[in-house]
């Protein structure tokens, strides 16, 4: 499958360019397999999470869990159960996706839902508060959206104030020969832009709040291993009311 060109995309960079901190996301992590989902929903009030699929969960254009990412997709199932876990793609389950065949393989082979939508990310909002609507998501600030494209993944989670967490490529080198190359050359320019610029430091500044996490000070939801096992010496949060 071929992507179409994204002009939703494109209408949105316009918005970027003014206002770059929607690109910036409230979490930043190496794979999602790092995310204390635990922590998002008992703390910050995230009821739902959609997931990016290509080299997000999968390699690019593939159907199966990437190794690395089968843990944090494990976690996020056994807090969030079946039914407020979806992927959102911009390739499976779009009109690029003939008959909705890569998106019936993926439901099939990983046993996730994939969000049926016309429009691409940062399109498709409408779709997705329509899927969670009987499984308790009221606002989009109670949905994390978890991808590895700032511009699509995550603009599209702060545009509409959900909690954001970008990942880095799963593959690299070889193993991503199957990715877009115009989207792989996007994404490296945006993540050095990001992560590696005096204009991506300030941006990471002003990024937009988020309604109820207060940040990884006060909220960690990255695992650092040996603050993992052996606590990270704060005091524990009260859970939310649910
Ligand atoms: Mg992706």
Redo the contacts with the bound molecule.
Sequence with gaps: MVQSINTKALLTLASVVRRPFLAAPHVHVQTISEVNFQSMRDYCGIKAVIF?????LTA?YATEIHDDAALGLKNALDVFGHDNIAIL??SAGTKDDKDYEDAIKIERDMGINVIRHDEKKPGGLEEVLQHFANHGVESPSQICMV???LL??IVFGNLFGMLTVHCM?LCSGSDNKADNKV?SMI?TMENNLLYHSKLGTLVMKKRIPHAVWQGEETCSLVYHHDANEEGNGKEPLEPLKQ
Excluded: L
């Excluded at 990016?52 to 997000?56: A, G, I, L, W």
């Design positions: 990016d699929k290509d080299n997000t690019p793609s911009n991808g590895d494209r699509t993944d490529p989207a994404r």
